[in-house]
């Protein structure tokens, strides 16, 4: 179970401004004060957003065998990845393979003199390929036995300084064939390390088995866990669970309620209906992960304009805040998301079980998530009325607030939610 990190933000390194402006060496080192938080908050992997050298955001890359200097060096990320693994925390890298800064070093000489011109996709005019319009990224060409090599060689390098695996950036623009080149030469090396595809839209299942991907974001529950919450119609969670048990039988697929991409959960549904997002996430099938700062809370809107994002990736403190320092919605989130992340770990089949939907209105559903032999019952009110609605068989009320169970029946109040078992 992943907590997402965007660093360069997290780290408050300057993303558009001269690092003149903001000086501080070993920001990464930032990250590794908050390892205890995600041990206590009961998560066992970090999952980075991009450390490499780049020119602003860290996805214009300009050198992938080099800790961005914004964020320190690489006897830094030595010092992390050994604190993470000390603590049993496995680290997932971001790899921007996709495209390349058009400040890139073999870019530039491609420019200048033609060399290196093999690694980037030129259009029909010759001209450089970018990514969906963005004049600064440029698509590197994955036809190309050159950049399979360097993606090889990339992969492998930071896999033997001992992270873990590989968050695939853009992998939907990639063509499948280049994945299934690269990452089956990179196990024969690595045959542990785990890769996850950032896939938007597309055939998920189909995706993996011809890339030979691990797992892919789980975009369709995400957008159906908070579109259901916010528009008050749980019908669209229902179409959403039914369509992530279907992935099942191909792969355990990566879900998340929060990234760095997208509005924060809280203020996307609410933050009396953050908890009922996260009861969800972590009481259905997939590889869960929960975005840094969204266990506190924390709120803010992502906007289609230049800095847009920035909201979103906000500088954190330099050391975890305890549960004394927040306030009371701050406090109860992380109270919240300790709870539910302790459920999980205590039902592990929960990461490969089908969900049943029991029951379902507009403002209420009750999802069963069972083996032959074991269950979780979650039930949800996003209503302003106390409700009662049927407990499945459950016996035990695991956790929610004000939670009455009596006669085969689970009364919730208004905007409640809870978790059952037994």
Do not use: C
Not at 117 to 140: I, M, N
Not at 268 to 291: K, R, S
Not at 338 to 350: F, K, N, S
Not at 394 to 402: I, N, R, W
């Amino acid at each position: 179970m992943w907590w997402h990190v965007y660093p360069l933000g997290f780290t408050g390194a300057p993303i558009r401004e001269t690092e003149a402006e903001h000086p501080e060496p070993h920001r990464l080192t930032r990250i590794e004060a908050w390892l205890d938080h995600v041990v206590e908050l009961g998560l066992n992997g970090i999952a980075l957003g991009p450390i490499f050298a780049s020119t602003t955001h860290g996805y214009d890359t300009t050198d992938h065998l080099s800790i961005d200097p914004r964020l320190g060096d690489e006897d830094d990320l030595r010092s992390l990845v050994a604190a993470a693994h000390d603590r049993g925390v496995r680290v997932l890298l971001d790899g921007v393979f996709n495209h390349v800064g058009r400040e890139h070093p073999a870019f530039l000489s491609a420019l200048e003199s033609g060399e290196g011109a093999a690694l980037f996709r030129l259009g029909a005019d010759g001209k450089p390929e970018v990514f969906e319009g963005h004049d600064a990224l440029v698509e590197l060409d994955h036809s190309s036995d050159a950049v399979v090599d360097l993606v090889v060689e990339v992969m492998d390098h930071w896999l033997r300084l001992g992270v873990d695996g590989w968050r695939l950036d853009a992998a939907y623009s990639v063509p499948t064939a280049f994945w299934a080149r690269v990452l089956p030469a990179v196990r024969e090396r690595h045959p542990q390390a785990w890769f996850l595809g950032e896939v938007i839209h597309g055939d998920y299942a189909q995706i993996v088995a011809e890339s030979t991907m691990d797992s892919v974001t789980q975009y369709e529950l995400w957008q159906g866990i908070w579109h259901a919450l916010a528009d008050a119609n749980l019908f669209e969670l229902q179409h959403a669970i039914v369509r992530d048990d279907e992935l099942l039988a191909a792969f355990v697929p990566y879900t998340f309620v929060g990234n760095h991409d997208v509005t924060r959960i809280a203020s996307a549904v609410g933050p009396d209906l953050a908890p009922h997002a996260l009861a969800v996430l972590m009481t259905v099938a997939g590889t869960p992960a929960i975005y840094a700062g969204d266990e506190l809370g924390m709120q803010a809107v992502k906007e289609e304009r230049i800095g847009g994002d920035d909201a979103v990736r906000p500088e954190m403190p330099p050391v975890p805040p305890t549960a004394d320092e927040l306030d009371g919605p701050a406090a109860h989130m992380l109270h919240v998301t300790r709870t539910l992340v302790a459920i999980r770990r205590r039902h592990p089949w929960l990461t490969r079980a089908h969900t049943d939907v029991v029951d379902v209105a507009n403002g209420t559903i009750v999802l069963r998530t069972a083996t032959a032999d074991a269950a979780i019952v979650t039930l949800l009110n996003i209503t302003g009325e106390a409700v009662t609605l049927p407990a499945a068989d459950a016996t035990e009320v695991l956790a929610g607030d004000d939670v009455h169970l009596a006669d085969a029946h689970a009364t919730l109040p208004p905007r409640g939610w809870a978790v059952l078992g037994g």
